[in-house]
């Protein structure tokens, strides 16, 4: 069965620092990827998705990016954080393909404090 | 463009109350349509979809009608347990390309006292 990871859980930073949130699936090849980004009260926003390698596409222009180094591993980096980055993000992952009925599995999420 | 609206919560409920929570959705073309649900510290699980109009999805008691006429995909159960409490979104599939990309409404919470 596939299963995905997503790691650290909680995360604390300080303004300015760097961020690197990491995601892995298991048990399913060249899956498209995803990561959102819930804010306190807020819906989900779609932050990057990829459908392959090396292949990132970008949702909404922002201080963070996003790297797929490997089939199954998709990563949220930045190099500066800021205030407003503060939030649940959330990576997922969607069978290989174009289908509109094919949901999302989503991973338990990071949650993000920037002080 | 496309987008879900939900309705605001918290919605507070006592044990074995009917619920409904109302999705409304404008989109181009025919999306599929999904509900899924948020336990507290955790990430979303699918919890039913619906593919073309009329389907009804249908799951651990939930079930929602996809209504092209009315642009609606409501969430109903008709008894809810304290077990259900948590925090409900509305979505339909994005636009096209390789990827299904979900338009997420921004969530309700749903409250169950026993």
């Known amino acids: 069965s596939q299963t995905i990871h997503q790691w650290p859980a909680t995360l604390v930073q300080p303004v300015g620092s760097p961020l690197s949130l990491e995601c892995t699936v298991e048990g399913t090849s060249n899956p498209n990827l995803y990561w959102y980004r819930q804010a306190a009260g807020r819906g989900l926003q779609l932050l990057f998705y990829?459908?392959?390698?090396?292949?990132i596409s970008s949702e909404v222009p922002q201080n963070l990016s996003a790297s797929r180094p490997q089939d199954r591993q998709f990563i949220l980096s930045s190099k500066k954080l800021l205030l407003s980055d503060s939030g649940f993000y959330l990576c997922a992952w969607s069978a290989a393909g174009f289908s509109y009925n094919s949901p999302l599995h989503f991973g338990n999420g990071t949650r993000l404090t920037v002080t | 463009g496309d987008s879900v609206t939900q309705m605001e919560g918290p919605v507070t409920l006592s044990e074995e109350a009917f619920l409904t929570i109302n999705c409304t959705y404008t989109?181009?073309?025919?999306?599929?349509l999904f509900w899924y649900v948020q336990y507290p510290g955790e990430g979303l699980q699918l919890l039913l979809k619906a593919t073309k109009a009329d389907d009804k999805g249908s799951n651990k008691g939930f079930e929602a009608t996809y209504r092209k006429e009315t642009t609606s995909f409501h969430l109903e159960k008709g008894s809810v347990q304290v077990s259900d409490s948590a925090v409900y979104f509305c979505?339909?599939?994005?636009?096209?390309?390789?990827?299904?990309?979900?338009?997420f409404g921004t969530g309700t919470l749903l409250a169950v006292q026993p």
């Open positions: 989109a181009t073309g025919y999306p599929s």
């Open positions: 979505a339909l599939s994005g636009y096209g390309g390789a990827t299904n990309k979900l338009i």
């Open positions: 990829s459908v392959g390698i090396g292949q």
